[in-house]
DNA sequence: GTCTATATTAGGATAGAC
DNA sequence: GTCTATCCTAATATAGAC
């Protein structure tokens, strides 16, 4: 039983194509045509663009919120805070559509505004937390202004990394690098680690050229 | 002899229109109704709508390019260089429609797209400039690696910081703040200053706030 | 230079047969 | 569930009178 739903078929294809193309200029008529199905069956099965626009915004959501439920006192290590970040550069390169053309999209499908700035406040928080973590493992030395404009930074990077990304390959919106975006971020703590962290973390960067 | 030309009221309240609504959402309709002149009117000016996004990115070209030209071996005080992070962001905070569509726009008027990036590239230029200059006069200490990441952040910064600080209120998009993101790019460089002059500067990002 | 009226598309969406 | 045919609307743009 390899039959895939025509529902979910149209999900897939209309990310891929948010994608590469850019929300704003996928038609129904094309993401019908992708799939060489009619237009009319398409909205069998989603009654506007706006409702798959959702359900891939609350795809996205879900990933997001569960990838950043980080306990409040956790013990974070750098292997994890590497991780973290790959993942969520991962997610958010998946997702990139949204992020592209972000206020845009939000200003044309409004219910979608306090759930995006929920998800960045959960963002910023994750990365308070692993400030906090490293700051209680004397890991990392910051004050309190540092902290809330380092969280500021990350959060803001984290969110346009890809958009400026695209800047430099705006013909071929496939080619997508998430690794850059993560030695970025890595590179906007290192002058608050730990001498000895900092060379470690520097040589970890390395890894993400 | 106070009578503008109709020409110009058009690119003027085209550009708060943009701005304030999006340029994607904003008609031609839209743009001859708000100046109270008929769509036909409108259309003797302009030959198309992409006419008068191209005239608007023209005149922000100019005004940056002229703002970036900084030459070579110039050196920069401290002064100057907060003095050119306000006018930068207060030109990117003027056509700031630009920024908050940047791949929409772009894709859908190609024309725009290299000399956009001509645009950003003179903007990394200009950041190198500035932190070389520093380093010379012994004012900032950083590593060839470090000063690379740290102007590609800045240009990111400059970039998108006024669609992500639009994020907050998407309502009124009329509100914007340049000082915030000043004071972000401030706090970029912060830790790359000899201990004196980030005392010194830490306290001047705070009147940015 | 400015207007009114209208042409042209294109995109989102529905109706009804199969 | 899927198709074909069609409707509706909004946006760009043009024609021709004044």
Redesign the interface.
């Known amino acids: 039983m390899t039959k895939v739903k025509t529902r979910d078929r149209i999900l897939d294809t209309s990310l891929v194509l948010f994608n590469s193309l850019?929300e704003?200029?996928v038609t129904t008529l094309l993401i019908s045509d992708e799939l060489e199905i009619s237009p009319g069956n398409l909205y069998y099965h989603f009654k506007s663009k706006g409702d798959i626009v959702e359900e891939l915004f609350s795809a996205f959501e879900a990933e997001m919120l569960d990838l950043l439920a980080v306990p409040d006192d956790v013990t974070v290590s750098l292997e994890q805070q590497d991780f973290f970040l790959h993942l969520l550069f991962e997610a958010v390169a998946r997702y990139r559509f949204l992020y592209?053309?972000?206020?845009?999209v939000?200003?044309?499908y409004e219910r979608l505004?306090t759930r995006?700035?929920r998800v960045?406040k959960k963002k910023t928080a994750a990365f308070r937390g692993i400030c906090e973590s490293l700051q209680r493992q004397e890991m990392m030395v910051i004050s309190p202004?540092?902290l809330d404009?380092?969280c500021?930074?990350l959060t803001?990077?984290a969110?346009?990394?890809s958009?400026?990304d695209?800047?430099?390959h705006?013909d071929d919106r496939e080619a997508v690098d998430p690794g850059r975006g993560v030695?970025?971020m890595l590179?906007?703590m290192?002058?608050?680690y730990m001498p000895e962290i900092q060379e470690r973390m520097?040589l970890t960067s390395l890894t993400y050229l």
């Open positions: 850019g704003p200029n592209q053309d972000l206020v845009n939000l200003t044309r505004q995006f700035r960045l202004e540092e404009s380092l500021e930074q803001l990077t969110c346009y990394w958009a400026y695209t800047l430099s705006l030695y970025q590179h906007l290192l002058p608050y520097r």
